[in-house]
């Protein structure tokens, strides 16, 4: 496989078609892309500040970890599912189960990225504070990353502000899923997070665990690998993972769609060409950067 960096022609090909397949649609999307065996990056409004959705879920496990790696945490502490854990939720599968169920955090946590179930986020969160999360991201330099409730408000308008929600950018969360990524054989790396390697381990695994596969990998040939979290919010979609080829981390791609109208005008519902859009960017770095 040719592994020689892109030339500039080719450079200018792939940004040309990731720009059409955004500039196709009346919605805003932002991303941030890189390629792994180049280190070539392709980016729009990368660094404008978006609603998060559920992709602030990857720094709030880190969060989580580092307080496990302190001690503050324990992985294996019991917790019991409480009908008051299912107060204002609208996502996962828990809040349909009957409360007096006992998981340990681990499972909590696992919960909480590979089915995005919010009342897993709220047995995670309510052993941190939103100030330690927020520190957290600021400290590990994800300066666009804001963390602003425990879990969403359902009665929020598709035209939301921005304060009104958790908000981040394309380049923190590619930066994020980077610093995991490079945690898995630097030690230093590692410490940034305030993690250990084995728990730098388990948070990419945990990753690709994810069992969603729309968006990032809806394209891509069956059974790719992909490390990603994605997210629903009022306003769209948004996904950021790693994409693997033969085992091997090929590209990280963050990608956030924003002002999804409810309906297009033939009539199909905006986030399913929202999830389309991010799925037919992914598709284009699978083919170039294989190439």
């Known amino acids: 496989m040719n592994t020689a960096p892109m030339t500039s022609a080719s450079l200018g090909s792939t940004t040309e078609r990731l720009n059409a397949i955004c500039d196709a649609q009346p919605f805003i999307t932002r991303f941030c892309i890189k390629n792994l065996r180049?280190?070539?990056?392709?980016?729009?409004?990368?660094?404008?500040?978006?609603?998060?959705?559920s992709t602030r879920k990857t720094s709030i496990m880190m969060a989580a970890l580092k307080a496990v790696h302190e001690g503050r945490l324990d992985l294996d502490e019991k917790i019991v599912y409480e009908a008051r854990f299912a107060e204002e939720v609208a996502s996962g599968m828990f809040r349909y189960l009957t409360p007096g169920i006992v998981i340990s955090l681990r499972d909590a946590i696992t919960g909480m990225m590979v089915l995005s179930d919010n009342v897993c986020t709220k047995m995670v969160f309510e052993r941190l504070t939103l100030?330690?999360?927020?520190?957290?991201?600021?400290?590990?330099?994800?300066?666009?990353?804001?963390?602003?409730?425990?879990?969403?408000?359902?009665?929020?308008?598709p035209d939301h502000s921005l304060k009104s929600v958790t908000t981040t950018t394309a380049r923190d969360q590619m930066f994020l899923l980077q610093s995991i990524l490079d945690a898995q054989v630097s030690e230093e790396a590692s410490k940034r997070l305030g993690v250990s390697q084995a728990l730098s381990s388990y948070a990419?695994?945990?990753?690709?665990?994810?069992?969603?596969?729309?968006?990032?990998?809806?394209?891509?040939?069956?059974?790719?690998?992909?490390?990603?979290?994605?997210?629903?919010?009022?306003?769209?979609?948004?996904?950021?993972?790693?994409?693997?080829?033969?085992?091997?981390?090929?590209?990280?791609?963050?990608?956030?769609?924003?002002q999804v109208p409810q309906e297009m005008p033939d009539g199909t519902p905006g986030y399913t060409v929202s999830l389309e859009t991010i799925g037919r960017l992914s598709r284009v770095c699978w083919d170039d950067f294989r190439a």
């Not at 100030?131 to 308008?157: D, K, W």
């Not at 979609?237 to 091997?248: E, F, K, L, S």
């Open 204 to 258: 990419l695994q945990t990753l690709k665990n994810q069992i969603l596969r729309y968006a990032i990998p809806s394209r891509l040939p069956f059974g790719t690998v992909v490390a990603h979290k994605g997210g629903t919010g009022k306003r769209g979609r948004m996904n950021a993972g790693i994409v693997y080829d033969d085992g091997q981390p090929l590209y990280i791609i963050t990608a956030f769609t924003d």
């Open 131 to 157: 100030e330690e999360v927020n520190t957290y991201c600021q400290s590990i330099g994800m300066v666009g990353t804001h963390h602003r409730f425990l879990i969403p408000p359902l009665a929020l308008s």
């Open 38 to 53: 180049t280190g070539d990056v392709f980016e729009r409004g990368a660094d404008e500040e978006t609603p998060s959705a």
